[in-house]
């Protein structure tokens, strides 16, 4: 958890005090329940001993909204004036000092928000109430758990694994899945007119001729452009950025590297990168997901 996270989340411990769920037993609790259980504590024990300042039923919407992936339900001014108050009264707890003003129902809104954030992609895999009673009895000095540290071990690691092959076996089946879609594209781009293919399969149309000089390798370059997925999606844009890219031409990835090093200066080309030519089968980040193929306008602006 983040350190900012841990310093709001000293304030939870007391809104759980008032929850209630039902007692159960470890051996009554199924695996669904211990995972809940096991992430509760996890992050109760990165929050640690608090007071209540949060409204527990604001909290629990914030979580639950923002695992969803759902709009804040704070503007952007509430966030930031709830945040000082909430370090402000970290600070006078601390310095035995007045506590500061405080809306718990904001409060609540804003921490479950940042908890929720951080746990949206385990959505699905727990149940609120078990998480809830894990993040009360981490966050209470001297509260008896229900699980002991080795049953949340083999339960931590358990799941970990479960949800890493999960999602290494979604990557992959992605992956193929776009190479398939890869495939049918560019061999039907392949015949429009206007549209050319090199030896290495990346495909291109002149939307624009230059007649300045051509980049040669070693060389560093001045663009425009705009990247997008095949669904028309955007990437990246130096358009946005409001001022053109430098770069070396042997800096960036192969499409790049070949397509802009056939452009004259001032010439507008659109480019189409398979996935070799581009990020692969790792893809790039959050926005570039395994064997996209790439859409790329460039204007050659310069050669130095």
Same mark, same amino acid.
């Given at each position: 958890?983040?350190?900012?996270?841990?310093?709001?989340?000293?304030?939870?411990?007391?809104?759980?005090? =008032?929850?209630?769920?039902?007692? #159960?037993?470890?051996?009554? !609790?199924?695996?669904?329940?211990?995972?809940?259980?096991?992430?509760?504590?996890?992050?109760?024990?990165?929050?640690?001993?608090?007071?209540?300042?949060?409204?527990?039923?604001?909290?629990?919407?914030?979580?639950?909204?923002?695992?969803?992936? =759902?709009?804040?339900?704070?503007?952007?001014? %509430?966030?930031?004036?709830?945040? &000082?108050?909430?370090?402000?009264?970290?600070?006078?707890?601390?310095?035995?000092?007045?506590? /500061?003003?405080?809306?718990?129902?904001?409060? =609540?809104?804003?921490?479950?928000?940042?908890?929720?954030?951080?746990?949206?992609?385990?959505?699905?895999?727990?149940?609120?109430?078990?998480?809830?009673?894990?993040?009360? %009895?981490?966050?209470?000095?001297?509260?008896?758990?229900? !699980?002991?540290?080795?049953?949340?071990?083999?339960?931590?690691?358990?799941?970990?694994?479960?949800?890493?092959?999960?999602?290494?076996?979604?990557?992959?089946?992605?992956?193929?899945?776009?190479?398939?879609?890869?495939?049918?594209?560019?061999?039907?781009?392949?015949?429009?007119?206007?549209?050319?293919?090199? /030896?290495?399969?990346?495909?291109?149309?002149? !939307?624009?001729?230059?007649? =300045?000089?051509?980049?040669?390798?070693? &060389?560093?370059?001045?663009?425009?452009?705009?990247?997008? !997925?095949?669904?028309?999606?955007?990437?990246?844009?130096?358009?946005?950025?409001? &001022?053109?890219?430098?770069?070396?031409?042997? #800096?960036?990835?192969?499409?790049?590297?070949?397509?802009?090093?056939?452009?004259?200066?001032?010439?507008?080309?659109?480019?189409?990168?398979?996935?070799?030519?581009?990020?692969?089968?790792?893809?790039?980040? /959050?926005?570039? /997901?395994?064997?996209?193929?790439?859409?790329?306008?460039?204007?050659?602006?310069?050669?130095?």
């Amino acid at each position: 958890m983040k350190s900012s996270l841990r310093a709001l989340g000293m304030l939870l411990v007391a809104l759980f005090a =008032g929850g209630h769920v039902n007692a #159960q037993t470890p051996a009554e !609790l199924g695996e669904r329940d211990k995972v809940g259980y096991m992430i509760g504590h996890d992050v109760g024990r990165s929050i640690g001993p608090g007071l209540p300042d949060l409204e527990l039923a604001a909290f629990q919407r914030a979580v639950e909204n923002g695992m969803a992936g =759902g709009n804040p339900l704070l503007n952007d001014a %509430d966030a930031k004036q709830t945040g &000082q108050a909430l370090m402000a009264a970290i600070g006078a707890r601390r310095d035995g000092k007045p506590l /500061p003003a405080l809306d718990r129902t904001k409060a =609540g809104l804003l921490v479950g928000a940042r908890i929720g954030q951080s746990l949206a992609s385990l959505r699905g895999e727990f149940d609120m109430p078990m998480f809830l009673r894990g993040v009360k %009895d981490a966050a209470t000095p001297g509260a008896t758990p229900l !699980l002991n540290d080795a049953e949340l071990s083999r339960i931590r690691t358990a799941f970990s694994a479960r949800v890493s092959k999960a999602r290494e076996t979604e990557r992959l089946a992605k992956g193929q899945a776009a190479l398939e879609e890869e495939r049918a594209f560019l061999a039907g781009n392949k015949g429009v007119k206007g549209v050319f293919t090199t /030896p290495s399969g990346l495909q291109y149309m002149v !939307l624009r001729q230059g007649n =300045g000089v051509r980049p040669r390798p070693g &060389q560093s370059v001045r663009v425009h452009y705009v990247g997008t !997925l095949l669904d028309g999606t955007k990437f990246d844009s130096s358009y946005d950025r409001g &001022q053109p890219a430098e770069f070396g031409l042997d #800096q960036v990835i192969r499409g790049w590297s070949e397509g802009v090093a056939m452009m004259p200066t001032g010439a507008k080309y659109r480019f189409w990168v398979p996935a070799h030519l581009g990020y692969g089968e790792k893809g790039a980040g /959050p926005a570039i /997901p395994p064997n996209a193929t790439l859409v790329f306008e460039v204007e050659l602006l310069g050669v130095e």
